[in-house]
């Protein structure tokens, strides 16, 4: 059984920051590519960052260049930094994670979901 819990969303003024975190427990033989993902009202789930287990990044365009995707392997645990937030980035953010426990191939897991309001 895998776990992923998302932690540090909230309400923050435009042009202000948040990081968010998303720590993954339980079997995990190998912890593969890991994201962020934000799903507005009404609009679909989309990509916002990924990173691949040896660092490698992507990110969305809507983002670049404001955000940052790190990772802790060691805690089993994906990093989004968030700088100059705009409106347009409040949405529920989901975390990711592609993880082998031990099984015929891996799964990809999903978290719980931590809402970022961007508002005055």
């Known amino acids: 059984q895998v776990q992923l819990v998302e932690s540090g969303g909230g309400l923050v003024q435009p042009g202000g920051s948040l990081r968010l975190s998303c720590a993954a427990s339980g079997s995990i033989f190998t912890l593969n590519t890991m994201g962020w993902y934000r799903q507005a009202p009404g609009n679909r789930r989309e990509l916002v960052a990924g990173i691949t287990s040896d660092g490698t990044t992507n990110y969305a365009d809507s983002v670049k260049g404001r955000s940052t995707i790190s990772r802790d392997n060691a805690k089993s645990t994906v990093y989004l930094q968030m700088n100059s937030l705009k409106p347009e980035d409040t949405a529920v953010y989901y975390c990711?994670?592609?993880?082998?426990?031990?099984?015929?191939?891996?799964?990809?897991?999903w978290g719980q979901g931590t809402q970022v309001t961007v508002s005055s």
């Open positions: 990711k994670a592609n993880i082998w426990s031990g099984g015929a191939y891996p799964l990809d897991y």
